[in-house]
């Protein structure tokens, strides 16, 4: 199991797409810092594209790599939905799920080169979400 803390970087800025409403496109870079398990120490930049419906989000695309010294690895997310939560008919967070696969993985997280993996997120405050996964 691994864990990050992260960021966004940068505003949360959805396009409307105009055939309804609520139907939007967002898409936002995340700088993260791992630190439980084969990440712990690793810097991890991401972005993903999603697809809005509302409070609810799925996926379009996601991708990042992770660094530490001596090792590399970049990863895709295969799929994903977001569900913002509501509280008195208001934001109050967000929780997210899905799975991934490591596309590259050099030194010592060679051997995780085409591993698949389980991920969830949560909003953790402001512009920060916290995620773990699971690899397969």
């Known amino acids: 199991m691994g864990h990050s803390v992260c960021r966004e970087v ?7 797409l105009g055939d309804r409403e609520g139907h939007a496109l967002s898409i936002g870079q995340a700088s993260c810092q791992g630190t ?6 690793a810097v991890v930049t991401e972005t993903g594209m999603r697809e809005w ?7 379009l695309s996601d991708y990042g790599v992770a660094r530490k010294p ?4 970049a990863f895709q997310h295969t799929d994903g939905t977001l569900e913002v939560t509501m509280t008195d008919g208001k934001p109050s967070g967000w929780t997210a799920s899905g799975h991934g696969i490591v596309t590259l993985a050099t030194g ?5 080169n085409g591993k698949r993996y389980e991920w969830t997120g949560k909003g953790t405050g402001p512009s920060v979400f916290e995620a773990d996964f699971a690899f397969k």
């Open 10 to 16: 940068g505003a949360f800025t959805p396009e409307q």
């Open 53 to 59: 419906d509302g409070p609810k989000a799925k996926e």
């Open 108 to 112: 010592s997280w060679a051997s995780l």
């Open 36 to 41: 439980e398990g084969p990440v712990a120490g």
């Open 70 to 73: 001596g090792a590399t690895f």
